[in-house]
């Protein structure tokens, strides 16, 4: 299980070279180590102690895929970050939630996936259509493949989640670009992404596109999720 893995001591880590000097590197390693040791027995008690793999095969219009999911058990797949979550890693979920969906799998394994990070839980409930907003994501994906989309994981998110939480089109566009651009204070996504920087070099104004992708990503993925 989870917190059956033998953790690395002290000696180990400080050999590594990524502790302070002195007697200060005792303090860090043993504030990590406690929040490491509370975020393992979180993830176990949600029942995610134990896993095992799956795997087959999708036939989705003209696109066949390999699906291999990690870390699932008898209530679904399991995903944890060790640190905040943001619209990368929800994303990454809810991809793997629809393949999970998807597949003919035994009965044995669950449908649900939980997203357990630092700040909070996730939950994504089973649904019956997965096939066809995977489906949707994979014209998009291939889409992106010719030609730059106005689709960004983090600032999407923040627009969709603002637009879910009741505000305003250019309150939640205003957050997007803050997320996407950055200010004197933080660094934006597309300055970080190299990707997202080579194609996206100019400051633009988010404008329907955006919010027409944004939202057709990320929609779906509040008719089945709940947030703890």
């Given at each position: 299980g989870?917190?059956?893995?033998?953790?690395?001591?002290?000696?180990?880590?400080?050999?590594?070279?990524?502790?302070?000097?002195?007697?200060?590197?005792?303090?860090?390693?043993?504030?990590v180590?406690?929040?490491?040791?509370?975020?393992?027995?979180q993830?176990v008690?949600?029942?995610g102690?134990?896993f095992?793999?799956?795997?087959?095969s999708?036939?989705?219009?003209?696109?066949?895929?390999e699906?291999?999911?990690?870390n699932?058990n008898?209530?679904g797949?399991f995903?944890?970050?060790?640190?905040?979550?943001d619209?990368?890693?929800i994303?990454r979920?809810?991809?793997?939630?629809l393949?999970?969906?998807?597949?003919d799998?035994?009965?044995?394994?669950?449908?649900q996936?939980?997203?357990?990070?630092?700040?909070?839980v996730?939950?994504?409930?089973?649904?019956g259509?997965?096939?066809?907003y995977l489906h949707?994501?994979?014209?998009?994906?291939?889409?992106?493949?010719?030609?730059?989309?106005?689709?960004?994981?983090?600032?999407?998110?923040?627009?969709?989640?603002?637009c879910?939480?009741?505000?305003?089109?250019?309150?939640?566009?205003?957050?997007?670009?803050?997320s996407?651009?950055?200010?004197?204070?933080?660094?934006?996504?597309?300055q970080w992404?190299p990707a997202?920087?080579?194609c996206?070099s100019e400051?633009?104004?988010?404008?329907?596109?955006?919010?027409?992708?944004?939202?057709?990503v990320y929609?779906?993925?509040?008719l089945?999720?709940?947030?703890?």
């Amino acid at each position: 299980g989870l917190l059956a893995a033998e953790p690395l001591t002290f000696t180990e880590v400080k050999a590594r070279g990524i502790l302070p000097h002195g007697t200060m590197a005792e303090v860090v390693f043993d504030g990590v180590e406690a929040k490491a040791t509370a975020f393992a027995t979180q993830v176990v008690e949600l029942g995610g102690g134990v896993f095992g793999s799956q795997s087959g095969s999708l036939v989705l219009g003209s696109y066949h895929l390999e699906v291999e999911l990690a870390n699932v058990n008898s209530l679904g797949q399991f995903h944890y970050r060790f640190g905040k979550m943001d619209g990368r890693h929800i994303l990454r979920t809810w991809i793997s939630h629809l393949a999970l969906n998807s597949l003919d799998l035994p009965a044995t394994i669950g449908r649900q996936s939980l997203l357990i990070a630092d700040d909070g839980v996730i939950r994504l409930a089973p649904l019956g259509d997965a096939n066809t907003y995977l489906h949707a994501l994979l014209e998009l994906y291939w889409q992106g493949l010719r030609q730059p989309l106005e689709f960004f994981a983090k600032a999407s998110y923040v627009f969709v989640d603002a637009c879910q939480r009741g505000k305003r089109a250019e309150k939640a566009l205003s957050a997007a670009t803050k997320s996407l651009w950055g200010d004197d204070f933080s660094t934006g996504e597309c300055q970080w992404d190299p990707a997202l920087k080579r194609c996206f070099s100019e400051k633009s104004e988010l404008g329907e596109e955006f919010s027409r992708l944004a939202r057709t990503v990320y929609d779906p993925v509040y008719l089945v999720m709940d947030k703890e």
